[in-house]
């Protein structure tokens, strides 16, 4: 059986078009669409207070937790999970 994803809704999509330059969408929407209710729940909350800065924060948190978990691989060249050492 596969297992689904759920889809983004609309809103989420305006938010990430808005948000994040064209060439981070994507990831951006894998991480929304792999991530809990709860960080989804924060990048609208921060979206919606104009803090597109804070948006990107909680996707890098986001990508940092799914990797943590296996459900996703930091790459050298991905824009989000990327922390200063």
Do not use: H, W
Not at 4 to 9: A, G, I
Not at 24 to 44: C, G, H, P, Q, S
Not at 55 to 78: G, H, P, S
């Amino acid at each position: 059986m596969k297992k689904k994803f759920p889809v983004l809704s609309q809103e989420l999509k305006d938010a990430v078009n808005y948000e994040i330059r064209e060439d981070l969408r994507y990831e951006a929407e894998l991480i929304l669409i792999m991530t809990t209710d709860e960080n989804r729940k924060d990048f609208m909350k921060y979206y919606k207070e104009d803090k597109g800065n804070i948006c990107c924060l909680v996707l890098d948190f986001a990508k940092r937790e799914l990797v943590e978990q296996k459900k996703m691989i930091q790459n050298d060249n991905d824009g989000f999970g990327k922390f200063l050492e």
